[in-house]
Nanobody, 115 residues
Framework: VQLQASGGGLVQAGGSLRLSCAAS????????MGWYRQAPGKQRELVAR???????YYLDSVKGRFTISRDNAKDTVYLRMDSLKPEDTGVYYC??????????WGPGTLVTVSS
């Protein structure tokens, strides 16, 4: 599975960004798609995930501010991030979870929120 992410950048606190991640050359059945982030000096954490049946998961700190969605026909996942805070700063990684072949990672896109 090849993953191509886009949409990161620099934004002021309170602003918005939308991340996109498209999966291509997938030979495996995709179970879910999501986004992780890693802040400087911290462990990578799951921010949001959406599964094939539309079920979603959100990290508590982003609930009500971030929205994950997916275009199944295009194998593309989006993360709309509103009311961004400086603590949302980090490298965001797209993740694809397959049914039987583990998971795959995108190259990461940097999100910087200035105060």
């Amino acid at each position: 599975v090849q993953l191509q992410a886009s949409g990161g950048g620099l934004v002021q606190a309170g602003g918005s960004l939308r991340l996109s991640c498209a999966a291509s050359e997938s030979k495996f059945s995709i179970k879910g798609m999501g986004w992780y982030r890693q802040a400087p000096g911290k462990q990578r954490e799951l921010v949001a995930r959406i599964t094939n049946d539309g079920s979603t998961y959100y990290l508590d700190s982003v609930k009500g501010r971030f929205t994950i969605s997916r275009d199944n026909a295009k194998d593309t996942v989006y993360l709309r991030m509103d009311s961004l805070k400086p603590e949302d700063t980090g490298v965001y990684y797209c993740n694809v979870l397959t049914y039987w072949n583990g998971d795959f990672w995108g190259p990461g896109t940097l999100v910087t929120v200035s105060s």
